[in-house]
């Protein structure tokens, strides 16, 4: 889970590269270097975050070079092991993200042939492998390497005898082309370079690129020269900066009512009265459909919990929720089914195989994802997109959201298409979808009322989240968000859960967070509140601000505005995260680049 750069152009490669890395830090921060070549490959390496390693670079012109940030998988966290990794005559640096299984036969083979390595990691035999197949032509030397790798990569390569050309290829991990006048980009993930051009080239599994500044050149597997289609991105640059927030994480957050109007942009017609998909998507989302199968990871995985209840409540349909690692090895693939992916980044590796298990199993697949071009986008049938923009924080929040706005589609679409909605009913819901960005700008009106609850749980040993229904994945989530940016120990439970087992964890420094909504079950929370309670701890409510009822019961009420209730799913979203992101900021805790994780899991 690398973030990979490289350049070649007219400006000062030094600048570009320590710039990308910045922005692709959130794809791992514990080490990071560049090479550069000005007539001769200088390399720079330091442990920790890009400030440090701008520390350590000296003078240095070249205008061309390669970048990486690191999240170690292979070796320890040290400067030998940060890339770029060098061949043993250190011409050619490399820069590499993913993971190479059969290392160890290749080093020992390499070292016997004389090979010197000096690092841990399973990259620095791919830069040997290069350097022994290398007759003066770089491309040629990869073709020949990459044939002996078994694993996943995107490797980008320089080498100080071919001046101002890049190289690279990918399996498995994702790297894109930026596009510029007189310059060009190689890259993991488009923030890199999006400050400089919005347009991109995808790679494909098993491709090669070859870059100068005035060209791209993609070869297939047999070296044969591809013609790719450019894109544009219409991420603005500025979405990628923090535009005056002290996180990444607080402006995604404050991004949502905007988000969910982009998520809603060109699918929703209240004149209508239609969902719109695009035309792909039609033949996946038919009438016929009858049963679904969600496969996801994380945050991710969350959301699908979520589109279960709401396609299930609107649909009748039956949906079946699986994590992407689970699936991938023992999911129940049902032809008849269609399988949904839920995946932000479109990369995550797990899901990607589930993808690609369901798609061997001739199921029909579907990926609501973030990023245009994304691999997942190329594996499916067809995809839906977030229309998010670019999210830094590790954290998902604004993306989270946009995922459910595009599972509620989902289902209204399908309710639509057998026939159990509507058009009244279907209007109703539009127009209660787009009152949501006002909602959203309400409840972050009221942060400072979650940030003294946020005070008071700061120092809680443990903090509980219970709901019922569509309210219990909301607690799971809550629950991720506030232990992996704040590190303070949480779970979720589906309310009716906590007296077979959890009960014996609770004491007086155990809050818990019951997120209640004036439903079937209502009196049932209420119950539970009662029960939570009767064995010291305090309770913090989340309610409708209609309820008049909850204050005799939680010792403290977060609310949020009045909506249908399928809806009120987003308002509480909204009231976890800013709970969450105040702890942490109380706690002093890195809330873009929490420890041990990083943005995009691409290994498994
Ligand atoms: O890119 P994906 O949606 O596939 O990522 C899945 C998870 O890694 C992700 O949702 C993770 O749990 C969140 N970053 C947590 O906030």
């Avoid at 590269?17 to 910045?22: D, G, P, T, V």
């Avoid at 040629?140 to 001046?163: N, T």
């Avoid at 991105?233 to 500025?238: G, N, Q, Y």
Wanted: aromatic fraction near 8%.
């Amino acid at each position: 889970m690398c973030g990979i750069i490289g350049y070649t152009g007219f400006r000062e490669a030094k600048n570009v590269l320590i710039e990308s890395l910045k922005r692709l830090d959130y794809r791992g921060y514990d080490s990071a270097g560049i090479g550069v070549i000005d007539n001769q490959l200088q390399v720079f390496k330091e442990v920790g975050e890009i400030p440090n390693l701008e520390k350590e670079i000296t003078v240095v012109k070249g205008t061309f070079g390669v970048g990486h940030t690191r999240w170690a998988t292979h070796g320890k966290v040290s400067k030998e092991n940060a890339h770029p990794q060098l061949s043993c005559n250190k011409k050619i640096a490399l820069v590499h993200n993913g993971i190479i299984e059969n290392f160890k036969k290749l080093r020992d083979d390499l070292e016997k042939k004389g090979h010197n390595f000096s690092s841990q990691t399973d990259t620095e035999v791919i830069v040997h492998l290069i350097d022994e197949e290398y007759k003066g032509n770089l491309e040629e030397a990869i073709f020949s390497a990459l044939k002996k790798i078994q694993g996943s990569y995107a490797i980008v390569v320089v080498c100080e005898d071919e001046p101002g050309k890049i190289v690279g290829a990918r399996k498995e991990s994702p790297l894109v082309i930026g596009v510029g006048d007189n310059e060009n980009f190689l890259a993991s993930d488009i923030p890199a370079f999006l400050k400089y051009t919005n347009r991109v080239i995808y790679l494909d599994d098993g491709e090669l690129c070859v870059i100068t500044k005035n060209s791209t050149k993609v070869f297939d597997v047999n070296k044969i020269e591809v013609s790719k289609k450019e894109e544009l991105i219409d991420w603005d640059f500025k979405d990628a900066e923090k535009s005056g927030f002290p996180h990444f994480m607080l402006k995604e957050i404050y991004d949502q009512p905007d988000t969910i109007h982009q998520t809603l942009r060109g699918r929703v017609s209240g004149i209508e009265q239609s969902i719109d998909f695009p035309e792909n998507v039609g033949k996946l989302l038919d009438r016929n459909l009858d049963s679904i199968n969600i496969v996801a990871c994380g945050t991710s995985f969350y959301a699908g919990l979520l589109g279960k209840y709401l396609i299930e409540k609107l649909t009748d349909i039956p949906v079946f929720v699986d994590l992407s690692s689970e699936y991938r090895y023992f999911g129940t693939r049902n032809k008849a089914s269609l399988v949904i992916a839920v995946t932000q980044s479109g990369e995550t590796a797990d899901t990607l195989a589930a993808l690609k298990e369901a798609k061997n199993s001739d199921c029909r697949t579907l990926v609501i994802t973030n990023v245009i071009g994304s691999t997942a986008t190329r594996v499916a049938d067809g995809y839906i997109l977030m229309q998010s923009g670019p999210e830094i924080g590790v954290a998902a929040t604004k993306t989270f959201t946009s995922q459910i706005i595009v599972l509620f589609l989902i289902a209204l679409k399908i309710a639509v298409l057998k026939n159990k909605l509507g058009s009244d009913e279907l209007y109703k819901y539009i127009l209660n979808l787009k009152e949501l960005p006002r909602q959203i700008r309400e409840i972050l009106e009221r942060s400072d009322g979650i940030k003294n609850i946020a005070n008071y749980i700061k120092d809680a040993n443990s903090v509980f989240f219970i709901g019922r229904g569509i309210n219990y994945p909301l607690s799971l989530e809550g629950a991720l968000k506030l232990k992996e940016i704040s590190y303070v120990h949480a779970e979720g439970f589906a309310a009716g859960e906590l007296k077979h087992g959890p009960f014996a964890l609770l004491t007086e420094n155990t809050p818990v967070i019951a997120i209640t909504t004036k439903d079937a079950t209502y009196d049932k929370i209420i119950a539970n509140i009662g029960e939570v309670k009767a064995r010291g701890p305090k309770v913090i409510a989340i309610a409708d601000d209609n309820d008049t009822e909850i204050d005799k019961h939680a010792d403290f009420v977060l609310r949020f505005p009045s909506n249908s209730r399928l809806l009120s799913c987003f308002s509480i979203t909204v009231i976890l995260q800013l709970l969450a992101y105040h702890v942490a900021n109380l706690r002093g805790c890195p809330i873009d680049k929490p420890r041990n994780l990083a943005k995009s899991v691409t290994v498994e």
